[in-house]
């Protein structure tokens, strides 16, 4: 048996899978998030822990005789977080996420100080990545900032808990810029851009080797045996293409989970800062991966819901229903409610409904969501065609993947073959559950195949030349932003 651990923005997800490929069971423990300021985002790592016990501790618990055969532990986890530990590995501040965009003018200045940082990094800096982050704080925290001795990413967080010792993989270090990822290993250079060094800095291990055991007192707390390994695990992304199976250069899927990442796997590190694409290391050794990322994708669904006062299962059976002249009738939504990146790297882009009427109603709003957060995929699709990736079928997962009538529009609007698969909804945690298989022993081709498929969905042609001509408007109002800015004052 192996036990994943996914350590998300909303949720932290635990699997147990066994032998045979099978997930036995799955658990999980909500998670909320701070935002003390605009355009802030952050979470204390103290709470991560706290999910974290609670979920496996209900998993033990519902299957305690297949929990005890636990042979191996992988972790993933939302990438790009910035948990700072002083001497005595301290957390001494909330944890700075992803979709945090305050570190707008330090990624400029991290841009000046390091001038071999795409070339290195293969990626454009961005208020989302690590390294600026550490920047903002030496600037505005200096106290804090001056007594910082390890800067660890959630995941890794996670790990010291378990285990005791200080490490992360090469897929999520290759999401901080301080990373040489065609090398897998950290660039003097780019640390120091930041006034940091290696010391700062966990050791790198590749997301299916040992990084450790886990503690004797959690063994016993848990009914583990002693030994049980914590595998290198990987970033949220490429631990959730293992899961899907996503091993192979020119595979690749569609995440629709509070972001929308879309992702294909690379032989080699094939960067393209210039179209706001990223280019990563995978969780497995010597392949990479090129990601388009959308900052809010099931998030803007919730965040409808929770305005209109409804639920998804409510408002999604609303949605279907509209006929297709309400839904040409239907506002254009632009999907950035906490700014953008592929392709626009705008942390200052905002959410917007365009063209509402008297006659609006919830379930066009739904319908804008859905559409909007698809057209912004087509943006991302784009960005990857020119950086030299072309794919003709993606695999759809994360919450999203649970409504057909939106699987349907984006195989409609991208104008390729999606597919969903039987335990798809896992993610990452499916993934770091294989990778701590892997680091057990396992081997890759009979380990990391893809699930059974669930479903298919072809593109149609019956609005192939509305969405068209909705997806330049949709691109329209983005140019408008200048405006945006001047109401804003």
Not at 11 to 34: C, P
Not at 80 to 87: E, P, Q
Not at 267 to 288: E, G
Not at 319 to 345: C, K
């Amino acid at each position: 048996m192996y036990l994943g651990i996914d350590l998300g923005t909303s949720e932290v997800k635990v699997v147990l899978l066994d032998n045979r490929n099978n997930m036995i069971a799955t658990s999980g423990a909500a998670l909320t998030v701070s935002r003390p300021h605009p355009r802030w985002s952050e979470q204390d790592p103290a709470a991560w822990w706290t999910a974290t016990v609670d979920a496996i501790d209900n998993l033990r618990a519902a299957h305690p005789n297949r929990f005890a055969e636990i042979r191996a532990i992988g972790l993933s986890g939302q990438m790009h977080g910035a948990v700072v530990l002083d001497a005595q590995d301290k957390v001494m501040r909330p944890a700075i996420l992803w979709n945090d965009m305050r570190s707008a003018d330090e990624c400029r200045e991290l841009t000046e100080r390091a001038p071999n940082l795409h070339a290195i990094a293969g990626n454009l800096a961005m208020p989302g990545f690590t390294a600026p982050k550490l920047l903002w704080l030496r600037k505005h925290e200096p106290d804090i900032y001056a007594r910082i001795r390890t800067v660890l990413l959630p995941k890794d967080w996670l790990r010291l808990q378990l285990t005791g010792e200080k490490a992360s993989d090469p897929s999520d270090a290759a999401g901080t810029l301080w990373l040489d990822v065609a090398k897998r290993d950290w660039s003097d250079e780019l640390l120091a851009a930041t006034g940091l060094s290696r010391e700062h800095m966990p050791k790198l291990v590749e997301g299916d080797a040992v990084s450790g055991h886990l503690r004797p007192e959690l063994a016993q707390r848990w009914g583990l045996p002693a030994g049980v390994m914590v595998a290198g695990g990987g970033g949220d992304n490429a631990a959730s293409a293992v899961g899907i199976g996503a091993t192979v250069p020119g595979d690749g899927f569609i995440s629709l989970g509070t972001s929308g990442v879309m992702f294909v796997v690379n032989d080699r590190f094939r960067p393209n800062p210039a179209s706001a694409v990223h280019a990563f290391c995978h969780a497995l050794p010597n392949r990479w991966h090129q990601m388009s990322v959308v900052l809010s994708a099931a998030s803007c669904l919730r965040w409808l819901c929770k305005l209109t006062g409804t639920d998804e299962a409510t408002l999604l059976p609303e949605v279907a229903a509209l006929s297709a002249s309400m839904l040409d009738q239907s506002p254009v939504f632009l999907p950035y409610l906490s700014g953008e990146r592929t392709p626009h790297n705008d942390p200052f882009a905002q959410g917007v409904f365009h063209g509402m009427t008297h006659a609006t109603d919830r379930a066009m709003l739904g319908y804008s969501v859905l559409e909007g957060v698809t057209f912004a995929l087509k943006d991302g699709l784009d960005a990857l065609s020119s950086a030299g990736t072309s794919v003709d079928t993606l695999s759809l997962m994360g919450g999203g993947a649970r409504s057909p009538y939106w699987a349907q529009l984006i195989a409609d609007v991208l104008d390729i073959r999606i597919i969903t698969h039987h335990g798809g909804e896992a993610g990452g945690a499916l993934g770091a559950a294989r990778l701590g298989w892997l680091c057990a022993g396992g081997n890759e081709a009979d380990i990391c195949q893809k699930p059974p498929v669930r479903a298919e969905y072809l593109p149609q042609l019956q609005r192939a030349d509305a969405l068209a001509h909705r997806l330049e408007f949709f691109r329209a109002v983005y140019r408008q932003r200048p405006l945006q800015q001047l109401v804003q004052g």
